[in-house]
Structures are given as C-alpha cells and as structure tokens.
C-alpha cells in the first residue's frame, strides 16, 4: 500500500512497470501547518485499489479517522455489496475504538504526577480539551475504486459515501461524475461515515464503467470537485476542454500553484484539498 503523507506525496510512478500511470496531489488548507491535514489518500502497491477521504472539519481527529478509512479498505478489500461494506464500516468502528482507548490511557498515564510532583493542576485547556473529545465523534466522506483487466482494456467500479468525487474524463470532455454530478449539488451537510454510528446502507452509491486508453479518472475532495464540475462539466461549454487539458498536465508544483490560484480568485473553498489521477498508460 502507497499513502500520500500529509508532509508531501509518495512517487507512485518510480516503476514505469505499471500499466496505470497514478499520482497523488494534495495542498493543506492552511499551507504553513500540514500536519493538520484531514484528507486521507491512498494507493494498493498494484494500482488496482484507490482509496480517498475527506474528514469533515467539524470532527475532532477526521484526519486520523480518514487515514484509517483509507488505509483498510486497501487492506481488507471489501467488496463493494451493501453487506459487506456495513461490515467492514464496523470493523473500521471497532478498531476506531480500541486505538482511541489507547491513546486516552497513554495520555492519561502521561499526565499523572509523580510522587513528588504533588497534586495535578488542572488547567481551563486541559477540560475544553476532554469535554470536546467526549461530545465530537469522527466524521468524513469517503470514494473507493477497484480497476480490474477486461477483455478491452479495463474496468472499473467506486463507491461513495459523502461528496468526494470521481470524474471520468474522455477526449478532453466530462463523460461522467459521481457520487454528484452538478456543482449546485454541493452543501454543507454530505453524508459522511462516522465513527459513533453504523453506516447505513441508503448513504452508499455505487458507479461501473470502462476506462479506455485515452481516458483519465480523477478521485477528487469536494471544494476541488465543485469547481471542476463547474467550469468543466456540460454547461461550460467550448472552454471545460481547457480545463481538462490543464488538470491531465499537472504536476506536483503545478498542482500548488493551480489550487492556490484558484483560492486567490476566490474560485474555491480554502480546504485541504487532494487528487488522485489515474490514467492507461499509452500502449504502442
């Protein structure tokens, strides 16, 4: 499994071996701190498997629960029926748990005086801090694909929870966008999978198609998404080709300077923002 750190992105493509050329971008919502970074993305070693999540920025720790999302649906690979992607949300809530009981008691133990040290201080920090842990539970949205070989090429099949996007691009033109397909779809209340409650089977949507040699597949978190649906969907006429030619060019400090451009032109949400890009590598 390849995971883009919230420090900078893996090199998914060191091995011109594999037959999908894949890379992650992503640029924090504030670009001095990284590290609070709450989307989540990841890549199976063989690009057959993606995976991103976006933590709701309401949520205390999304950004670790997002990386565990993440990271175990490459893991445990569920297949992508209702029963078996409410059992693995489960697992994922049951893990949740144990690891967060961890840390409180790691925390707990670090925090208790010695013998010496006389009685604890408790300071006003100290119980903002337990009272929002103990009211907050861990949100975020998550978009999974799995690529397959098929006779012609490759298929492929996502699933979604929430409004992180997967854009189907080809020959320059939006064929398809799921979980939303309108930029005016947007709000701010996704669905989200969380870690106080099972996830329920209405809030899954599901997407299965073929990716051909020229086509590009984008798995995207929602301020990006929402741009692109809009100045690159059906209604942007002649010039949403522009777009796509810009987005299959980018590299890793064109994709900085894109997001911040955008941001500057007030033409997008400052959020933690990823990409994931998948293209057939050309044959011939």
């Not at 989540?40 to 063989?46: E, L, T």
């Not at 008691?105 to 119980?127: I, L, M, N, W």
């Not at 996704?190 to 984008?218: C, F, K, N, W």
Request: proline residues 5%; glycine residues 6%; hydrophobic residues 40%.
């Amino acid at each position: 499994m390849n995971a883009a750190e919230p420090s900078g992105r893996t090199d998914l493509n060191a091995s011109t071996e594999s037959p999908l050329d894949v890379h992650v971008y992503r640029v924090p919502s504030m670009l001095e701190r990284p590290q609070e970074w709450r989307d989540a993305a990841a890549v199976k070693g063989d690009r057959t498997a993606f995976a991103l999540s976006d933590g709701a920025s309401s949520a205390y720790r999304a950004g670790p629960w997002s990386r565990l999302l993440t990271e175990r649906y490459l893991t445990e690979a569920p297949d992508h029926s209702a029963e078996s992607l409410t059992a693995w949300a489960e697992r994922c809530r049951d893990r949740w748990s144990a690891l967060e009981e961890q840390r409180k008691k790691g925390r707990a133990q670090a925090a208790a005086p010695r013998p010496a040290e006389g009685p604890t201080v408790h300071h006003h920090r100290d119980f903002w801090l337990y009272d929002a842990e103990a009211r907050s539970v861990a949100a975020a949205t998550f978009l999974g694909l799995k690529v397959h070989r098929a006779p012609e090429g490759w298929s492929f099949e996502a699933v979604a929870v929430g409004d992180s996007c997967l854009l189907h691009v080809r020959e320059n033109s939006l064929w398809h966008a799921f979980p939303l397909d309108d930029a005016r779809q947007f709000g701010s209340h996704p669905d989200l999978l969380t870690a106080g409650a099972p996830l329920l089977v209405d809030r899954i949507r599901h997407y299965r198609e073929q990716l051909h040699e020229h086509d590009m597949v984008l798995l995207v978190s929602d301020a990006l998404a929402e741009v692109l649906l809009a100045q690159g969907g059906p209604e942007a006429g002649a010039d949403a080709a522009r777009w796509w030619r810009v987005v299959r060019r980018l590299d890793e400090t064109a994709f900085l300077r894109f997001v911040t451009g955008l941001r500057a032109a007030r033409m997008i949400e400052t959020d933690d923002t990823t990409m994931i890009r998948i293209r057939p590598r050309a044959t011939g």
